[in-house]
């Protein structure tokens, strides 16, 4: 598959970033897993640096690999986060996340790194975000028809994860998601706070001003966009 050795290069990109001694957090998703791979190749050849994850998922990855996991405790302050995006806005490379289900863990370990770098192949950019993807919302199990009520005020479809085997879908935090679609977003760092305000709600999938990077991979090569 060409896009998986484009996204593969992205990652390789990403991952040359890391330094010795960094604290760097992991992302989740394809792309993300691409990047961790990259890392242990560093790290087989002898880089060290400690990483926080942000899932069970690519914890697994990262520790199978050998690399250092940490935690908030020993460093509250990230160097570095690497992660994949669902969209990414071009003008202003505001994101939505979350379709891999980690957005709460991802958005603590992006708000807690100095530089957060973000991998995608070019379908994943548009003009406005909500284009495509809806944004998942992380609630809290109690009272979720309620909360889901409040957020179709705010102008979306809402519909409950659900798994392909047609389980629950549960966060590695124990709860739910809410894919609110609203089509096309006018003003992103208002919604996310319209989205926040809501009592059950834990954290939105929307990514306002959070953005050092963005690595591009695309037919025609990798492309850097900064903010
Ligand atoms: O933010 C997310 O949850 C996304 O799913 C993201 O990490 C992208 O995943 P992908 O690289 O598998 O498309």
């Known amino acids: 598959d060409p896009m998986v050795e484009l996204k593969r290069r992205a990652a390789e990109e990403a991952a040359a970033m890391v330094q010795d001694g960094m604290a760097v957090g992991l992302g989740t998703g394809s792309t993300a897993a691409l990047m961790i791979d990259a890392l242990g ?4 050849e002898g880089l060290r640096f400690v990483g926080i994850p942000t899932s069970e998922r690519s914890a697994e990855q990262a520790r199978a690999l ?54 995608v192949d070019e379908g994943k950019l548009v003009d406005h975000l909500g284009s495509r993807s809806p944004v998942p919302v992380e609630v809290t199990p109690f009272g979720w028809e309620s909360t889901a009520r409040q957020l179709g005020e705010l102008g979306a479809r ?23 679609t609203f089509g ?16 059950g709600v834990i ?9 050092s990077e963005v690595i591009v991979a695309g037919r025609d090569g990798l492309t850097r966009l900064v903010a």
């Open 66 to 119: 050998g690399i250092t996991l940490v935690d908030f405790g020993s460093h509250p302050q990230l160097d570095l986060a690497i992660d994949g995006a669902d969209e990414v806005e071009r003008g202003s490379l505001d994101l939505i996340k979350g379709l891999g289900g980690a957005l709460l863990r991802e958005k603590i370990v992006a708000a807690a790194a100095r530089r957060f770098v973000v991998i």
């Open 203 to 211: 954290e939105s999938g929307l990514f306002v001003s959070r953005t």
């Open 184 to 199: 096309p977003i006018a003003h992103p760092r208002a919604l996310e706070a319209s989205i926040g305000h809501i009592v």
């Open 41 to 44: 190749r560093r790290w087989a």
């Open 158 to 180: 809402v519909a409950l994860r659900i798994k392909r085997d047609g389980e629950l879908f549960v966060t590695d935090g124990g709860n739910l998601i809410l894919d609110c």
